[in-house]
T-cell receptor, first 113, second 111 residues
Framework: DARVTQTPRHKVTEMGQEVTMRCQPILGHNTVFWYRQTMMQGLELLAYFRNRAPLDDSGMPKDRFSAEMPDATLATLKIQPSEPRDSAVYFCASVVGYNQPQHFGDGTRLSIL | QKEVEQDPGPLSVPEGAIVSLNCTYSNSAFQYFMWYRQYSRKGPELLMYTYSSGNKEDGRFTAQVDKSSKYISLFIRDSQPSDSATYLC???????????FGQGTILTVHP
């Protein structure tokens, strides 16, 4: 079964440190999404790419978050500097074409101390 | 007001019960309606995917969409302990555009 792969699965670091999360979408999927999940806000869209081009990053705090897709097999989400309020589970999802559902990875559980 | 409202529960039912989960939404432009199931420490996995009003059945699961009322439902028949999870409704205005999720309903099915 093809899966979206996210690394690392867990990350604990101190505030002010740079955090990089990686996502390998399902091969052939041309649209990649980054979501953040917290108890208070639920699942929120941060950014998404189609054919590696950023389409919408309006959900992302621009001053500290950045998302890139250096090639078709890798998407990255960076936080610099990290803050305790960034503690959450970050999910990546990918989809191919029209009328197809998004497939999610198992997330990166991030704790900023 | 959130674009998608979902009662977070928690909901606890005995094994074999019929479960009804619901969401309401505010934007009539939404066309694609999904239900995801999320187990603890896992990503959401798609359960049901529908376009337009009506019912869609898959095994013990039935998804219902009423676009006139902006209301979607998921019914689980003969619920099992393995159905214990968080259920998220998700809605989109385009076929592979961004999803707007409900808050999620935590369901526990006890033996």
């Amino acid at each position: 079964d093809a899966r979206v792969t996210q690394t690392p699965r867990h990350k604990v670091t101190e505030m002010g440190q740079e955090v990089t999360m990686r996502c390998q979408p399902i091969l052939g999927h041309n649209t990649v999404f980054w979501y953040r999940q917290t108890m208070m806000q639920g699942l929120e869209l941060l950014a998404y790419f189609r054919n590696r081009a950023p389409l919408d990053d309006s959900g992302m705090p621009k001053d500290r978050f950045s998302a890139e897709m250096p090639d078709a097999t890798l998407a990255t989400l960076k936080i610099q500097p990290s803050e305790p309020r960034d503690s959450a589970v970050y999910f990546c999802a990918s989809v191919v074409g029209y009328n197809q559902p998004q497939h999610f990875g198992d997330g990166t559980r991030l704790s900023i101390l | 007001q959130k674009e998608v409202e979902q009662d977070p529960g928690p909901l606890s039912v005995p094994e074999g019960a019929i479960v009804s989960l619901n969401c309401t939404y505010s934007n009539s432009a939404f066309q694609y309606f999904m239900w995801y199931r999320q187990y603890s420490r896992k990503g959401p996995e798609l359960l049901m995917y529908t376009y337009s009003s009506g019912n869609k059945e898959d095994g013990r699961f039935t998804a219902q969409v009423d676009k006139s009322s902006k209301y979607i439902s998921l019914f689980i028949r003969d619920s099992q302990p393995s159905d214990s999870a968080t259920y998220l409704c998700a809605i989109s205005g385009t076929s592979y555009g961004k999803l707007t999720f409900g808050q999620g309903t935590i369901l526990t099915v006890h033996p």
